[in-house]
C-alpha cells in the first residue's frame, strides 16, 4: 500500500519545539518532492514548507519562517519538519504530501497544488 504517514505531534507547552516525520510506505521517496501543510480548526489549509527531490530547494511560509526547518532523509525514506519557540497560532493538524512534477518549489506549497499522495495528519496542540 502507497502511503505516507507523520508522526511527532503532541501538546507543548508555548516556546517548545517538536519534530514532526514523514515516512514513506510502499515507495521510494526520493524522485517526490515534499510538501507540509496545516489546518486549523475553522480555517483553510496552509502551504507551510517544501522541498525539492534533491533538497537543494526549500520554501517557507512567512508565518513560519525562522522558526521552522524543513529536511529530508532519502536514504530513510523519511521527510522531516523541525518546529521551535511554538506558538498558539501553530496549533493545527499537519500533513505531508508528495509530488514528482511541479513547476516552482513556491508552487507546490500552494495549498491548492495537486499533490499525488497525502498521509492523514498529525495533531500539534501549543497551549500551556
Known amino acids: 500500500q502507497l502511503q505516507l504517514v507523520e508522526s511527532g505531534g503532541g501538546l507543548v507547552q508555548p516556546g517548545g519545539s517538536l519534530r514532526l516525520s514523514c515516512a514513506a510506505s510502499g515507495f521510494r521517496l526520493e524522485p517526490y518532492a515534499i510538501g507540509w501543510f496545516r489546518q486549523a480548526p475553522g480555517k483553510e489549509r496552509e502551504g507551510i514548507s517544501c522541498i525539492s527531490s534533491s533538497g537543494s530547494l526549500l520554501h517557507y511560509a512567512d508565518s513560519v519562517k525562522g522558526r521552522f526547518t524543513i529536511s529530508r532523509d532519502n536514504t530513510g525514506n523519511t521527510a522531516y519538519l523541525r518546529m521551535k519557540n511554538l506558538k498558539s497560532e501553530d496549533t493545527a493538524n499537519y500533513y505531508c504530501?508528495?509530488?514528482?512534477?511541479?513547476?516552482?518549489?513556491?508552487?507546490?506549497?500552494?495549498?491548492?497544488?495537486?499533490?499525488?499522495?497525502w498521509g492523514k495528519g498529525t495533531l500539534v496542540n501549543v497551549s500551556s
Open positions: 504530501a508528495a509530488v514528482r512534477i511541479y513547476s516552482s518549489i513556491q508552487a507546490m506549497c500552494h495549498p491548492d497544488f495537486g499533490m499525488e499522495f
